[in-house]
Protein backbone atom coordinates (compact mmCIF):
# COMPACT_ATOMS: atom_id res chain seq x y z
CA UNK A 1 0.00 0.00 0.00
CA UNK A 2 2.67 2.21 0.65
CA UNK A 3 4.79 1.88 -1.72
CA UNK A 4 1.39 2.52 -4.28
CA UNK A 5 0.99 5.78 -2.08
CA UNK A 6 5.02 7.49 -2.46
CA UNK A 7 4.29 6.21 -6.32
CA UNK A 8 0.78 8.00 -6.78
CA UNK A 9 1.04 10.47 -4.42
CA UNK A 10 -1.02 13.12 -6.18
CA UNK A 11 -3.74 10.76 -6.78
CA UNK A 12 -4.13 10.52 -2.85
CA UNK A 13 -4.14 14.75 -2.78
CA UNK A 14 -7.02 14.83 -5.08
CA UNK A 15 -8.63 11.75 -2.92
CA UNK A 16 -8.86 13.86 0.21
CA UNK A 17 -9.46 17.28 -1.75
CA UNK A 18 -12.03 15.77 -4.03
CA UNK A 19 -14.28 15.75 -0.71
CA UNK A 20 -13.82 19.62 -0.13
CA UNK A 21 -14.97 20.68 -3.62
CA UNK A 22 -18.67 19.49 -3.83
CA UNK A 23 -19.79 22.19 -6.14
CA UNK A 24 -17.06 21.64 -8.84
CA UNK A 25 -17.86 18.62 -10.75
CA UNK A 26 -15.52 16.16 -10.74
CA UNK A 27 -0.85 15.48 -12.64
CA UNK A 28 0.04 19.10 -12.51
CA UNK A 29 0.10 21.61 -15.46
CA UNK A 30 2.23 24.79 -16.64
CA UNK A 31 -0.46 26.97 -15.15
CA UNK A 32 -0.07 29.23 -18.46
CA UNK A 33 0.76 33.13 -17.67
CA UNK A 34 -0.54 35.30 -14.42
CA UNK A 35 -0.63 38.71 -13.59
CA UNK A 36 2.03 39.10 -10.93
CA UNK A 37 1.01 42.59 -9.21
CA UNK A 38 1.82 41.94 -5.49
CA UNK A 39 -1.99 41.97 -4.73
CA UNK A 40 -2.93 38.74 -6.68
CA UNK A 41 0.25 36.58 -7.14
CA UNK A 42 -1.69 34.33 -4.79
CA UNK A 43 -4.64 33.99 -6.99
CA UNK A 44 -5.85 32.91 -10.47
CA UNK A 45 -8.95 35.25 -9.86
CA UNK A 46 -11.09 37.58 -7.98
CA UNK A 47 -15.00 37.25 -8.14
CA UNK A 48 -16.86 40.34 -6.00
CA UNK A 49 -14.74 39.75 -2.24
CA UNK A 50 -13.64 36.50 -2.88
CA UNK A 51 -10.05 35.75 -4.51
CA UNK A 52 -9.45 32.37 -6.17
CA UNK A 53 -6.73 30.63 -4.96
CA UNK A 54 -3.53 28.70 -7.15
CA UNK A 55 -3.62 26.16 -4.49
CA UNK A 56 -7.44 25.84 -5.05
CA UNK A 57 -6.88 26.05 -8.88
CA UNK A 58 -4.43 23.43 -8.98
CA UNK A 59 -6.06 20.50 -6.61
CA UNK A 60 -9.19 21.34 -8.89
CA UNK A 61 -7.30 21.08 -12.00
CA UNK A 62 -5.64 17.78 -10.97
CA UNK A 63 -9.37 16.76 -9.77
CA UNK A 64 -10.59 17.19 -13.37
CA UNK A 65 -7.86 15.99 -14.99
CA UNK A 66 -7.82 12.53 -13.69
CA UNK A 67 -11.91 12.60 -13.20
CA UNK A 68 -11.50 13.07 -17.21
CA UNK A 69 -8.83 10.56 -17.63
CA UNK A 70 -9.99 7.78 -15.56
CA UNK A 71 -13.84 8.31 -17.05
CA UNK A 72 -13.69 9.28 -20.89
CA UNK A 73 -9.45 8.59 -21.74
CA UNK A 74 -9.09 5.11 -19.92
CA UNK A 75 -6.09 6.27 -18.45
CA UNK A 76 -4.72 7.94 -21.55
CA UNK A 77 -5.16 11.81 -21.48
CA UNK A 78 -1.85 13.58 -21.73
CA UNK A 79 -1.25 17.26 -20.56
CA UNK A 80 -1.62 18.31 -24.48
CA UNK A 81 -4.55 17.06 -24.75
CA UNK A 82 -5.81 18.60 -21.91
CA UNK A 83 -4.36 21.93 -23.17
CA UNK A 84 -6.23 21.62 -26.35
CA UNK A 85 -9.50 20.86 -24.77
CA UNK A 86 -9.57 23.80 -22.86
CA UNK A 87 -9.47 22.16 -19.36
CA UNK A 88 -7.59 24.94 -17.47
CA UNK A 89 -10.51 27.53 -18.54
CA UNK A 90 -13.25 24.99 -17.85
CA UNK A 91 -11.68 24.40 -14.59
CA UNK A 92 -11.13 28.41 -13.88
CA UNK A 93 -14.64 28.74 -15.20
CA UNK A 94 -16.67 26.34 -12.54
CA UNK A 95 -14.16 27.88 -9.87
CA UNK A 96 -15.59 31.36 -11.21
CA UNK A 97 -19.22 30.08 -11.08
CA UNK A 98 -18.31 28.67 -7.32
CA UNK A 99 -17.32 32.14 -5.91
CA UNK A 100 -20.31 33.69 -7.63
CA UNK A 101 -22.39 31.45 -5.34
CA UNK A 102 -20.44 32.29 -2.23
CA UNK A 103 -20.71 35.85 -2.82
CA UNK A 104 -24.62 35.55 -3.47
CA UNK A 105 -24.38 33.40 0.20
CA UNK A 106 -22.37 35.91 1.66
CA UNK A 107 -24.59 38.77 0.77
CA UNK A 108 -27.67 36.59 2.06
CA UNK A 109 -26.13 36.02 5.45
CA UNK A 110 -25.66 32.58 5.00
CA UNK A 111 -22.91 31.15 7.43
CA UNK A 112 -21.22 27.93 8.44
CA UNK A 113 -20.72 27.00 12.00
CA UNK A 114 -17.58 25.03 13.70
CA UNK A 115 -20.19 22.37 14.29
CA UNK A 116 -21.30 21.84 10.68
CA UNK A 117 -17.23 21.23 9.82
CA UNK A 118 -16.90 19.38 12.48
CA UNK A 119 -19.83 16.96 10.80
CA UNK A 120 -18.51 17.05 7.76
CA UNK A 121 -15.06 15.93 9.02
CA UNK A 122 -16.72 12.98 11.24
CA UNK A 123 -18.54 12.07 8.29
CA UNK A 124 -15.77 10.82 6.30
CA UNK A 125 -14.55 7.47 6.31
CA UNK A 126 -11.43 8.01 5.34
CA UNK A 127 -10.65 9.61 9.16
CA UNK A 128 -11.55 6.15 10.70
CA UNK A 129 -9.29 3.54 12.23
CA UNK A 130 -10.86 0.59 12.74
CA UNK A 131 -14.46 1.88 12.62
CA UNK A 132 -13.85 5.03 14.93
CA UNK A 133 -12.65 8.40 14.04
CA UNK A 134 -9.35 9.50 14.55
CA UNK A 135 -7.77 13.17 14.53
CA UNK A 136 -4.49 10.90 14.34
CA UNK A 137 -5.63 9.60 10.79
CA UNK A 138 -6.79 12.97 10.11
CA UNK A 139 -3.92 14.75 10.56
CA UNK A 140 -1.49 12.17 9.16
CA UNK A 141 -3.73 11.90 5.84
CA UNK A 142 -3.87 15.69 5.58
CA UNK A 143 -0.20 16.23 6.58
CA UNK A 144 0.71 13.33 4.07
CA UNK A 145 -1.50 15.43 1.25
CA UNK A 146 0.27 18.21 1.73
CA UNK A 147 -3.07 20.04 2.70
CA UNK A 148 -3.15 22.36 6.03
CA UNK A 149 -5.99 21.82 8.29
CA UNK A 150 -7.03 25.52 8.35
CA UNK A 151 -7.25 25.56 4.35
CA UNK A 152 -8.96 22.13 4.48
CA UNK A 153 -11.62 23.26 6.99
CA UNK A 154 -11.77 26.78 5.03
CA UNK A 155 -12.79 24.97 2.14
CA UNK A 156 -15.33 22.35 4.24
CA UNK A 157 -17.56 25.87 5.24
CA UNK A 158 -17.56 26.81 1.74
CA UNK A 159 -19.52 23.29 1.02
CA UNK A 160 -21.37 24.05 3.67
CA UNK A 161 -22.66 27.68 2.98
CA UNK A 162 -22.99 26.05 -0.76
CA UNK A 163 -25.21 23.12 0.52
CA UNK A 164 -27.65 25.50 2.67
CA UNK A 165 -28.07 27.78 -0.31
CA UNK A 166 -28.74 25.14 -2.50
CA UNK A 167 -31.59 23.88 -0.20
CA UNK A 168 -33.06 27.27 0.09
CA UNK A 169 -32.96 28.35 -4.03
CA UNK A 170 -33.59 24.74 -5.18
CA UNK A 171 -36.27 23.74 -3.46
CA UNK A 172 -38.95 23.50 -5.64
CA UNK A 173 -41.74 21.03 -6.20
CA UNK A 174 -41.75 18.37 -9.63
CA UNK A 175 -45.66 18.53 -11.16
CA UNK A 176 -47.07 14.86 -12.78
CA UNK A 177 -47.72 16.77 -16.14
CA UNK A 178 -43.78 17.77 -15.77
CA UNK A 179 -42.96 14.26 -15.08
CA UNK A 180 -45.43 12.86 -18.12
CA UNK A 181 -44.27 15.42 -20.76
CA UNK A 182 -40.49 14.62 -19.33
CA UNK A 183 -41.45 10.86 -19.77
CA UNK A 184 -43.38 11.02 -23.10
CA UNK A 185 -39.96 12.77 -24.65
CA UNK A 186 -37.58 10.31 -22.88
CA UNK A 187 -39.17 6.88 -23.40
CA UNK A 188 -41.17 7.61 -26.83
CA UNK A 189 -40.49 4.57 -29.16
CA UNK A 190 -39.26 5.01 -32.94
CA UNK A 191 -39.42 2.02 -35.17
CA UNK A 192 -36.34 2.25 -37.56
CA UNK A 193 -35.68 1.15 -41.26
CA UNK A 194 -31.97 1.61 -41.60
CA UNK A 195 -29.33 1.50 -44.52
CA UNK A 196 -25.79 1.92 -44.44
CA UNK A 197 -23.26 3.87 -46.92
CA UNK A 198 -19.69 3.29 -47.35
CA UNK A 199 -16.97 5.07 -49.59
CA UNK A 200 -14.18 2.54 -51.21
CA UNK A 201 -10.46 4.16 -50.94
CA UNK A 202 -10.63 4.63 -54.80
CA UNK A 203 -13.36 6.59 -54.47
CA UNK A 204 -10.84 9.28 -52.94
CA UNK A 205 -9.10 11.27 -55.46
CA UNK A 206 -6.28 13.59 -54.41
CA UNK A 207 -4.03 15.38 -56.15
CA UNK A 208 -0.63 16.76 -55.49
CA UNK A 209 -1.54 20.47 -55.68
CA UNK A 210 -4.89 19.69 -53.88
CA UNK A 211 -2.53 18.54 -50.78
CA UNK A 212 0.06 21.60 -51.21
CA UNK A 213 -2.80 23.95 -51.19
CA UNK A 214 -4.19 22.32 -48.24
CA UNK A 215 -0.80 22.18 -46.52
CA UNK A 216 -0.58 26.04 -47.14
CA UNK A 217 -3.79 26.88 -46.03
CA UNK A 218 -3.15 25.08 -42.31
CA UNK A 219 0.31 24.94 -41.31
CA UNK A 220 -0.55 25.98 -38.37
CA UNK A 221 -1.93 22.68 -37.63
CA UNK A 222 1.18 20.30 -38.85
CA UNK A 223 3.51 21.86 -35.88
CA UNK A 224 7.47 19.85 -34.58
CA UNK A 225 7.08 18.79 -31.32
CA UNK A 226 8.22 20.79 -28.59
CA UNK A 227 11.66 19.90 -27.39
CA UNK A 228 13.53 20.62 -24.00
CA UNK A 229 17.18 19.90 -23.29
CA UNK A 230 17.75 19.25 -19.52
CA UNK A 231 21.19 18.99 -17.29
CA UNK A 232 20.35 15.77 -14.73
CA UNK A 233 22.06 14.53 -11.36
CA UNK A 234 20.22 11.47 -9.94
CA UNK A 235 20.13 10.90 -6.21
CA UNK A 236 19.76 7.18 -5.72
CA UNK A 237 18.31 5.29 -2.42
CA UNK A 238 20.88 4.53 -0.21
CA UNK A 239 21.69 0.93 0.15
CA UNK A 240 22.68 1.27 3.91
CA UNK A 241 21.14 -1.15 6.51
CA UNK A 242 18.02 0.74 8.28
CA UNK A 243 18.26 0.40 11.66
CA UNK A 244 14.79 -1.61 13.37
CA UNK A 245 14.17 1.38 15.49
CA UNK A 246 14.03 4.18 12.65
CA UNK A 247 11.59 1.67 10.70
CA UNK A 248 9.16 1.35 13.54
CA UNK A 249 9.08 4.72 14.19
CA UNK A 250 7.92 5.75 10.54
CA UNK A 251 6.05 2.77 10.76
CA UNK A 252 3.67 4.35 13.41
CA UNK A 253 3.99 7.69 11.66
CA UNK A 254 2.65 6.64 8.57
CA UNK A 255 0.64 2.89 9.34
CA UNK A 256 -2.69 4.38 8.79
CA UNK A 257 -1.69 4.07 4.97
CA UNK A 258 -0.82 0.47 5.37
CA UNK A 259 -4.33 -1.23 5.19
CA UNK A 260 -5.55 -4.91 3.71
CA UNK A 261 -8.17 -5.61 1.59
CA UNK A 262 -10.88 -5.10 4.02
CA UNK A 263 -8.98 -1.63 5.26
CA UNK A 264 -7.77 -2.81 8.29
CA UNK A 265 -4.12 -1.33 9.52
CA UNK A 266 -1.61 -3.67 8.61
CA UNK A 267 0.82 -4.99 11.44
CA UNK A 268 4.34 -3.80 11.51
CA UNK A 269 5.46 -7.45 10.43
CA UNK A 270 3.39 -6.82 7.16
CA UNK A 271 3.48 -3.78 6.62
CA UNK A 272 7.50 -4.00 6.94
CA UNK A 273 8.81 -4.21 3.53
CA UNK A 274 6.72 -1.01 2.12
CA UNK A 275 7.71 0.82 5.17
CA UNK A 276 11.46 0.05 4.51
CA UNK A 277 11.22 0.91 0.95
CA UNK A 278 9.32 4.26 2.03
CA UNK A 279 11.43 5.26 4.47
CA UNK A 280 14.32 4.98 2.07
CA UNK A 281 12.67 7.41 -0.20
CA UNK A 282 11.80 9.72 2.15
CA UNK A 283 15.57 9.57 3.55
CA UNK A 284 17.01 10.31 -0.12
CA UNK A 285 14.31 13.13 -0.60
CA UNK A 286 16.68 14.88 2.04
CA UNK A 287 19.42 14.43 -0.10
CA UNK A 288 17.80 15.59 -3.36
CA UNK A 289 16.66 18.66 -1.81
CA UNK A 290 20.43 19.36 -0.85
CA UNK A 291 21.61 18.67 -4.21
CA UNK A 292 18.84 20.56 -5.67
CA UNK A 293 20.27 23.56 -3.77
CA UNK A 294 24.05 22.91 -4.63
CA UNK A 295 23.06 22.25 -7.66
CA UNK A 296 20.69 25.68 -8.21
CA UNK A 297 24.13 27.44 -6.96
CA UNK A 298 25.88 26.00 -9.72
CA UNK A 299 28.59 24.03 -6.65
CA UNK A 300 27.74 20.98 -8.37
CA UNK A 301 27.68 19.97 -11.89
CA UNK A 302 25.02 17.49 -13.73
CA UNK A 303 25.72 13.60 -14.47
CA UNK A 304 23.94 14.18 -17.51
CA UNK A 305 22.18 15.86 -20.47
CA UNK A 306 18.73 14.51 -21.29
CA UNK A 307 16.58 15.61 -24.13
CA UNK A 308 12.86 15.32 -23.66
CA UNK A 309 10.37 15.52 -26.42
CA UNK A 310 6.51 16.51 -26.03
CA UNK A 311 5.12 13.36 -26.32
CA UNK A 312 7.33 11.74 -23.62
CA UNK A 313 5.85 10.06 -20.83
CA UNK A 314 8.79 9.42 -18.50
CA UNK A 315 8.02 12.80 -17.14
CA UNK A 316 5.30 15.68 -16.63
CA UNK A 317 6.39 17.65 -19.23
CA UNK A 318 4.19 20.20 -17.46
CA UNK A 319 6.66 20.74 -14.84
CA UNK A 320 8.91 22.38 -18.06
CA UNK A 321 6.63 24.60 -18.83
CA UNK A 322 6.22 26.21 -15.10
CA UNK A 323 10.17 27.16 -15.23
CA UNK A 324 12.34 29.25 -17.64
CA UNK A 325 15.40 28.53 -18.97
CA UNK A 326 18.39 28.24 -17.06
CA UNK A 327 15.98 27.50 -13.80
CA UNK A 328 16.16 24.46 -11.64
CA UNK A 329 13.08 22.14 -11.30
CA UNK A 330 11.94 20.74 -7.33
CA UNK A 331 13.49 16.76 -7.08
CA UNK A 332 11.30 14.51 -8.53
CA UNK A 333 10.82 10.97 -7.26
CA UNK A 334 11.88 8.25 -9.66
CA UNK A 335 11.36 4.52 -9.40
CA UNK A 336 15.24 4.07 -7.77
CA UNK A 337 15.42 7.14 -6.54
CA UNK A 338 15.30 11.17 -7.09
CA UNK A 339 16.16 13.51 -10.03
CA UNK A 340 16.61 17.20 -10.26
CA UNK A 341 16.62 18.58 -13.86
CA UNK A 342 17.91 21.79 -14.90
CA UNK A 343 15.86 23.27 -18.06
CA UNK A 344 18.86 24.41 -20.29
CA UNK A 345 17.05 25.24 -23.61
CA UNK A 346 13.41 24.46 -25.52
CA UNK A 347 12.96 24.45 -29.34
CA UNK A 348 9.70 25.49 -29.57
CA UNK A 349 6.82 24.05 -31.77
CA UNK A 350 7.07 25.20 -35.49
CA UNK A 351 5.28 24.52 -38.49
CA UNK A 352 6.70 21.65 -40.60
CA UNK A 353 7.90 21.47 -43.56
CA UNK A 354 6.03 20.61 -47.19
CA UNK A 355 7.79 16.96 -47.07
CA UNK A 356 7.77 16.57 -43.44
CA UNK A 357 3.94 17.32 -42.98
CA UNK A 358 3.54 15.69 -46.25
CA UNK A 359 2.12 12.17 -44.69
CA UNK A 360 -0.08 13.59 -42.00
CA UNK A 361 -1.80 16.12 -44.51
CA UNK A 362 -2.70 13.60 -46.96
CA UNK A 363 -4.37 11.37 -44.01
CA UNK A 364 -5.99 14.53 -43.16
CA UNK A 365 -7.33 15.11 -46.50
CA UNK A 366 -8.72 11.39 -46.80
CA UNK A 367 -10.37 11.67 -43.78
CA UNK A 368 -11.89 14.85 -44.92
CA UNK A 369 -13.14 13.86 -48.44
CA UNK A 370 -14.54 10.59 -47.09
CA UNK A 371 -16.75 12.26 -44.32
CA UNK A 372 -17.74 14.49 -47.57
CA UNK A 373 -18.12 11.67 -49.90
CA UNK A 374 -20.20 10.00 -47.07
CA UNK A 375 -22.62 12.64 -46.68
CA UNK A 376 -23.24 13.03 -50.45
CA UNK A 377 -23.68 9.46 -50.99
CA UNK A 378 -26.26 9.55 -48.00
CA UNK A 379 -27.93 12.64 -49.23
CA UNK A 380 -28.37 11.29 -52.75
CA UNK A 381 -29.95 8.39 -51.56
CA UNK A 382 -31.83 9.57 -48.33
CA UNK A 383 -35.30 9.90 -50.06
CA UNK A 384 -35.92 6.73 -52.12
CA UNK A 385 -33.80 4.22 -50.03
CA UNK A 386 -34.98 0.82 -48.63
CA UNK A 387 -33.36 -0.46 -45.61
CA UNK A 388 -33.87 -3.24 -43.08
CA UNK A 389 -36.53 -3.08 -40.54
CA UNK A 390 -34.60 -2.40 -36.99
CA UNK A 391 -37.49 -2.54 -34.88
CA UNK A 392 -38.45 -0.12 -32.19
CA UNK A 393 -35.83 1.55 -30.49
CA UNK A 394 -36.16 4.32 -27.46
CA UNK A 395 -32.91 6.52 -25.99
CA UNK A 396 -31.66 3.65 -23.37
CA UNK A 397 -31.33 1.37 -26.51
CA UNK A 398 -28.01 0.10 -26.48
CA UNK A 399 -27.20 -2.85 -28.24
CA UNK A 400 -27.71 -2.55 -32.53
CA UNK A 401 -26.43 -5.16 -34.58
CA UNK A 402 -23.06 -3.96 -36.42
CA UNK A 403 -22.09 -1.25 -33.87
CA UNK A 404 -20.51 -0.57 -30.60
CA UNK A 405 -22.28 0.27 -27.84
CA UNK A 406 -20.61 3.74 -28.30
CA UNK A 407 -21.96 4.04 -31.79
CA UNK A 408 -25.32 2.90 -31.24
CA UNK A 409 -25.45 5.57 -28.24
CA UNK A 410 -24.56 8.08 -30.59
CA UNK A 411 -26.75 7.05 -33.45
CA UNK A 412 -29.78 7.02 -30.97
CA UNK A 413 -28.50 10.29 -29.57
CA UNK A 414 -29.02 11.44 -32.90
CA UNK A 415 -32.09 10.00 -34.00
CA UNK A 416 -34.08 11.66 -31.13
CA UNK A 417 -32.06 14.77 -31.23
CA UNK A 418 -33.83 15.23 -34.95
CA UNK A 419 -37.01 17.01 -36.08
CA UNK A 420 -36.62 15.00 -39.53
CA UNK A 421 -38.39 12.05 -39.96
CA UNK A 422 -35.32 10.91 -42.34
CA UNK A 423 -31.71 11.19 -41.54
CA UNK A 424 -28.62 9.96 -41.25
CA UNK A 425 -25.49 9.69 -38.53
CA UNK A 426 -22.03 9.28 -40.12
CA UNK A 427 -20.42 6.79 -37.75
CA UNK A 428 -16.30 6.43 -38.42
CA UNK A 429 -16.27 4.99 -41.94
CA UNK A 430 -19.57 4.24 -42.93
CA UNK A 431 -22.93 6.82 -42.86
CA UNK A 432 -26.18 5.04 -41.47
CA UNK A 433 -29.93 6.08 -43.30
CA UNK A 434 -32.52 5.79 -41.00
CA UNK A 435 -36.16 6.35 -41.99
CA UNK A 436 -38.67 6.17 -39.08
CA UNK A 437 -41.68 4.12 -40.24
CA UNK A 438 -43.86 4.51 -37.07
CA UNK A 439 -43.57 5.78 -33.40
CA UNK A 440 -45.54 5.03 -29.99
CA UNK A 441 -45.83 6.99 -26.76
CA UNK A 442 -44.91 5.21 -23.71
CA UNK A 443 -47.57 3.77 -21.89
CA UNK A 444 -48.53 4.60 -18.11
CA UNK A 445 -47.04 1.73 -16.46
CA UNK A 446 -43.49 2.60 -18.29
CA UNK A 447 -43.79 6.13 -16.82
CA UNK A 448 -45.13 5.01 -13.51
CA UNK A 449 -41.68 2.39 -13.18
CA UNK A 450 -39.59 5.17 -13.42
CA UNK A 451 -41.57 7.52 -11.42
CA UNK A 452 -38.33 7.93 -9.52
CA UNK A 453 -35.90 8.75 -12.53
CA UNK A 454 -38.04 10.91 -14.01
CA UNK A 455 -38.65 13.25 -10.86
CA UNK A 456 -35.04 13.38 -10.39
CA UNK A 457 -34.08 14.14 -14.10
CA UNK A 458 -36.92 16.95 -13.95
CA UNK A 459 -35.17 18.22 -10.90
CA UNK A 460 -31.34 18.13 -12.20
CA UNK A 461 -32.88 20.21 -15.53
CA UNK A 462 -34.38 22.77 -13.06
CA UNK A 463 -31.85 22.93 -11.27
CA UNK A 464 -29.22 23.40 -14.32
CA UNK A 465 -31.90 26.00 -15.47
CA UNK A 466 -31.86 27.93 -12.01
CA UNK A 467 -28.01 27.82 -12.00
CA UNK A 468 -27.48 29.05 -15.36
CA UNK A 469 -29.92 31.97 -15.04
CA UNK A 470 -28.65 32.54 -11.68
CA UNK A 471 -24.90 32.84 -12.82
CA UNK A 472 -25.83 35.31 -15.49
CA UNK A 473 -27.63 37.35 -12.85
CA UNK A 474 -24.73 37.30 -10.45
CA UNK A 475 -22.03 37.67 -13.11
CA UNK A 476 -23.26 41.35 -14.05
CA UNK A 477 -23.70 41.74 -10.27
CA UNK A 478 -20.18 40.74 -8.79
CA UNK A 479 -16.98 42.54 -10.65
CA UNK A 480 -14.58 39.01 -12.03
CA UNK A 481 -11.13 39.59 -12.29
CA UNK A 482 -9.23 36.86 -14.07
CA UNK A 483 -5.18 36.80 -13.00
CA UNK A 484 -4.64 33.61 -15.00
CA UNK A 485 -4.08 34.15 -18.93
CA UNK A 486 -4.19 31.06 -20.53
Excluded at 214 to 231: A, H, R
Excluded at 478 to 486: L, M, N, Q, T, V
Aim: zero cysteines.
Amino acid sequence: MITWMQRHKKYLIVTVWVSVIAFVAAGFIGWGAYDFNLTRSSSVAKVGERAISKQLFSHTYANYFNNYNTNNFNGELTQEQAREMGLENIVLDSLINKALFLNFADELGIMASNNDVVELITANNNFYDNGTFSKDVYRSILRQSGLKPTDYEEALKEDVILNKLYAIIMNFPVSEIDKEILGSTLFMEDRLSIATVTVNDNEIKIGEDEIKSYWDTSKDNFLTEKVYYLESVFIPLSKEKLSEDDIKAYYEETKYFYKDNEDRILDYIAAKKDVEKALRIENAKKDALKAYLSFKKGEITADKNITVKESSSEYNISLFDEISEGETLQPIQKDNGWEVLKLTSMDLPAPKTYEEAKPQVLNALKANKKIELLAQKSQDRLNFFKGSDLGFVTRDTGNITGLTPQQAEQFINNIFASKEKKGYVILGDKAYLYNIVEQKLPNSDKLEQNDLTLDNTMRRIREYEIQQKLINMLSKKYKIERYYKG
